[in-house]
């Protein structure tokens, strides 16, 4: 597959229409497509909300975070690595481990 096509799935959101016949873990899942190579691809479902709230994520890691920030709720990401947080974000924000996706997103 050419480099130009791989790319283009990068910075792009897929939705995972539900199937009368098959049903799976994506089903009726909006995904953001964080990375897209030829070792495999990195996306974050972002339309499955869970009962905890962002700043019990942020004590525990021990970071501080604006108040515009602590009461959204965390999103199931996947099934791949379901131990693992990702936190898509914009600028200011940066922290050591953030991977850039775009100009605008890490």
């Known amino acids: 597959m050419a480099r130009e096509s791989l790319e283009t799935c990068k910075d ?3 939705y995972f229409s539900p199937s009368e016949k098959h049903f799976s ?3 009726d899942s909006l995904i953001y497509i964080c990375d897209h190579n030829p070792e495999g691809s990195m996306g974050i479902i972002v339309n499955r909300s869970t009962n905890i709230k ?3 994520l942020f004590n525990s890691l021990k970071l501080k975070v604006g108040s515009d ?3 959204q709720s965390l999103l199931l990401g996947g099934p791949v690595n379901p131990d693992a947080v990702f936190v898509l974000h914009g600028k200011p924000l940066k922290w050591d481990s953030t991977v850039t996706v775009t100009n605008e997103i890490g």
């Open 12 to 14: 792009k959101l897929l």
């Open 25 to 27: 873990y994506f089903t």
């Open 54 to 56: 962002s700043i019990d």
């Open 69 to 71: 920030l602590t009461q």
